[in-house]
């Protein structure tokens, strides 16, 4: 439970799961500061390759914590927690923001609060106004997973469907590096998409109930692909935006059908969407209409908060401030957390 007689404080929170580094300082439950590193190193391997990622948090993580104190205007004596996201995320990348959060508490004897970064995703909705009223419904579409979530209070959240195989974000990557588009491609299959139609009918998913799967999509368009280039060498080249379209369209489409069975299923009025493919106009555009059809509301958070920030790792540290749940000084990194409130 929330005491709300309980001071919210000063935190600094630190983000290092994928390939941002990142740390925001929050007070009050407001953000002051949200500093990201990128990694540019991966756009070459169609991935993030684990080793380099690690080693590129090691050489951001003092310039980047450094600068959101300074952004802040605060000392480090001035803060009154530490949060980390402890998982799920790649092990090597999330030891170096789990230990140098353990190693400020442990310099400045406060305390330390890990995080879950999917749940942190969703809490991103709480940064800025509007803000969702208890329950909700959170379709959260990120790199590494696509799942509906059921929020009834910040960390009371109850996972009731996902994806069997890839990720949402992921189908996009892959199906952009069959184009020959840099990593990560949903960006510029987005921007494709915008000079092109979808006049290729990939086939939808077959899973049925709140359950995803965009494997088939990512073999259909692969084949797709291989079949035109034997009819036509520049095929890819004169085609782009409307593939570009084709699979966009069929990603959100699916989304949107999904997430509008779980509102009606659960009877939830309002939904949010989070994590990184909650950018894409056309996912927005048709949640928007589809939400206006059913006379439902719909919560998109602000771009800079979809994609992996520490901002979110500060909001969902805040509630757990509030709450007194602290963690041990030997908490470690879990690259595959669950939940701990996937109550069913
Ligand atoms: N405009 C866009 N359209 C489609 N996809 C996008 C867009 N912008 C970003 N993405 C996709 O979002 C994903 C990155 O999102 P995010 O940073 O939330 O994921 P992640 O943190 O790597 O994964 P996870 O949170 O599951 O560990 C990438 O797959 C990227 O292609
Ligand atoms: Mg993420």
């Not at 469907?161 to 992921?170: F, H, I, N, V, Y």
């Not at 009606?264 to 928007?288: C, F, P, T």
């Not at 206006?292 to 771009?303: D, E, H, N, T, V």
């Not at 908060?305 to 790792?313: L, P």
């Amino acid at each position: 439970m929330i005491d709300e007689t309980r001071q919210s404080g000063t935190i600094l929170a630190i983000e290092s799961s994928c390939d941002d580094t990142s740390c925001a300082v929050m007070s009050g439950g407001k953000i002051l500061s949200n500093i990201v590193a990128n990694q540019d190193v991966h756009k070459n391997f169609g991935g993030v390759v684990p080793e380099l990622a690690s080693r590129a948090h090691l050489s951001h993580i003092v310039p980047v914590v450094d600068e959101a104190l300074k952004k802040a205007g605060l000392k480090i004596g001035q803060i009154d927690a530490f949060a980390f996201t402890r998982g799920p995320g790649l092990l090597g990348s999330l030891i170096v923001g789990a230990q140098f959060a353990k190693g400020l508490a442990l310099a400045t004897g406060k305390p330390l609060i890990e995080v879950n970064h999917m749940e942190a995703h969703i809490l991103a909705h709480f940064i800025d106004e509007p803000k969702p009223d208890f329950p909700f419904l959170n379709l959260t579409v990120s790199g590494g997973h696509t799942e509906l979530v059921v929020m009834r209070g910040p960390l009371e959240q109850e996972l009731i469907g996902q994806t069997l195989d890839d990720a949402a974000g992921e189908a996009f990557d892959k199906c952009g590096k069959m184009m020959g588009l840099p990593y990560p491609a949903g960006p510029a299959i987005d921007k494709l998409a915008k000079e092109g139609s979808p006049v290729y009918p990939f086939p939808d998913s077959k899973v049925p109930g709140l359950d995803f799967s965009f494997s088939g999509l990512k073999t259909a368009v692969l084949y797709f692909i291989s079949d035109r280039i034997k009819e036509n060498p520049d095929f890819l080249e004169e085609n782009k935006s409307d593939l570009a379209a084709s699979i966009q369209y069929t990603i959100a489409k699916t989304l949107v059908k999904k997430t509008l069975l779980a509102a009606g299923k659960e009877e939830l009025n309002d939904i949010a969407i989070s994590g990184g493919v909650s950018v894409n106009s056309q996912l927005r555009e048709m949640m928007r209409s589809a939400c206006q059809k059913s006379g439902r509301m719909l919560f998109l958070a602000s771009p800079e908060y979809c994609t992996d920030n520490a901002a979110m790792i500060a909001m969902a540290a805040h509630f757990k401030f509030l709450q007194g749940d602290f963690a041990e000084l030997n908490a470690t990194a879990s690259p595959r957390l669950k939940r701990e409130s996937a109550a069913s």
